[in-house]
């Protein structure tokens, strides 16, 4: 991954220094974005693994606001604590290939974030060339053993287009595997 995040540390850096408020880092990893975070922000970030989550906290800057829950996006713990419409952002980086359930955690991503809220997002998804998607669908399940849960055949463009959000700014690229990132809003109502 070290040659991939040299190339994503511009893209993080972009789409998160601004952020201000309430946020929900979904999969924080090894802390990672923590330190693209501004003065003004205070983050729950959610990371299932015990190691991963061992290690970010390490990286917690001084005097920031990072809480860490060793829980899953969807785990009953994580729903608890977070009320409807409270969030200014949820931070979604490389993890949503490996939700088991991608579409309940993008509908809670829809109901936890306020009006004016945004779904911040890079993410690998499946080609778009029938193909290299043919391709993609076929070693997947071998992939998913190897890659820790890791799908590389999820159309996340289309599933959180699908649940509502719409796009502020969506950039597609190719860095071997295809890519998509974006700030999303919720669809206004009516």
Known sequence: MGQFEKKLSKKRRGLLADLEGKILEVGA???????????????????PSLDMAKRAR??????????IMEHGVNAQAVIDVIPNESLDAVVSTLVLCTVPNVEL???NFYKWLK?????????HIRPKTSLKG???DFIN?????????????????????NAGFVPTYEKYYDM????????????KKG
């Not at 990893?29 to 922000?41: D, E, L, R, S, V």
């Not at 992939?143 to 287009?161: A, E, P, S």
């Not at 071997?176 to 669809?187: A, D, K, M, Q, S």
């Open 176 to 187: 071997g595997l295809p890519w998509y990132e974006g700030v999303f809003t919720r669809r």
């Open 29 to 47: 990893g090894t802390g990672i974005n923590f330190q693209f975070y501004g003065k003004n922000t205070e983050v729950i970030a959610v990371e």
């Open 115 to 123: 009006p004016s809220g945004k779904l911040i997002l890079i993410e």
């Open 141 to 161: 399940p071998a992939w998913k053993v190897v890659g820790d849960g890791c799908n590389l055949n999820r159309n996340t463009d289309q599933l959180i287009k």
């Open 58 to 67: 390490l990286k917690i800057p001084n005097g920031s606001n990072i809480t």
């Open 105 to 107: 955690a993008i509908q």
């Open 134 to 136: 043919k391709v993609f």
